[in-house]
């Protein structure tokens, strides 16, 4: 099974809300990522989280904040963020360095 | 530069025709190479991956992809096209002694009956 789970699908939040992405993966995947993707672009690096520890943050405004419970799940608390923060928000998992990624659905966030 | 480049923004087939998505890298070292595809609205699926050996690769869908290291490519080839293809193709590449995929800017194919 390769599946990488997200929720929800779809959010609407407001400037001032607070709100979470959830990312699960149950393939025993050492490395779990976030991804941003603007309509008609590629996938841009957020965060990679290795062994449950941030490794790698491609510069992201704070008003992102990742955070990896454990091995299997990966969330993405978001607090004050502007309107062109509306994107998908795409999660992934690989096995270890190198290797092939595997994402989510996506969770498709618009900012009012 | 570092970098992976896709030169075809978009590509128009008829159902059944032959289909070839041309993917350049320009990195130092050989680095793994991937082919995804992404649905609207929805998440990318890995086509297939190359890391050594054959340089032919079968993924699934029917697709393969011809790993060149002469020509820095690695191009995606299909014999017949479906309606069902139609996507953005995404080529990708993992950089030697990195952990970070790296996209190309994408590929949208476009399917005609």
């Known amino acids: 099974d390769t599946e990488v789970t997200q929720t929800p699908k779809h959010l609407v939040m407001g400037m001032t809300n607070k709100k979470s992405l959830k990312c699960e993966q149950h393939?025993?995947?050492?490395?779990m990522y976030w991804y941003k993707q603007k309509a008609k672009k590629p996938p841009e690096l957020m965060f990679v989280y290795s062994y449950e520890k941030l490794s790698i943050n491609e510069s992201v405004p704070s008003r992102f904040s990742p955070e990896c419970p454990n091995s299997s799940l990966l969330n993405l608390h978001l607090h004050a963020l502007q309107p062109e923060d509306s994107a998908l928000y795409l999660c992934?998992?690989?096995?270890?360095?190198?290797?092939?990624?595997?994402f989510g659905p996506g969770t498709r966030l618009t900012v009012t | 530069a570092q970098s992976v480049t896709q030169p075809d923004i978009h590509i128009t087939v008829s159902e059944g025709a032959s289909l070839e998505l041309r993917c350049n890298y320009s990195?130092?070292?050989?680095?793994?190479l991937f082919w995804y595809v992404q649905s609207p609205g929805q998440g990318l699926q890995l086509l297939l991956k190359?890391?050594?050996?054959?340089?032919l690769v079968q993924g699934i869908k029917g697709f393969e992809a011809e790993f060149k290291r002469s020509q820095s490519s690695f191009n995606l080839r299909k014999p017949s096209v479906h309606w069902s293809d139609a996507a953005e193709y995404f080529c990708a590449v993992v950089p030697y002694n990195t952990d970070k995929l790296i996209f190309g800017t994408g590929t949208r194919l476009q399917v005609f009956p």
């Open positions: 393939m025993g995947h050492r490395a």
């Open positions: 992934a998992s690989s096995q270890g360095y190198f290797g092939e990624q595997y």
């Open positions: 990195y130092g070292a050989t680095p793994y």
């Open positions: 190359y890391f050594s050996g054959d340089t």
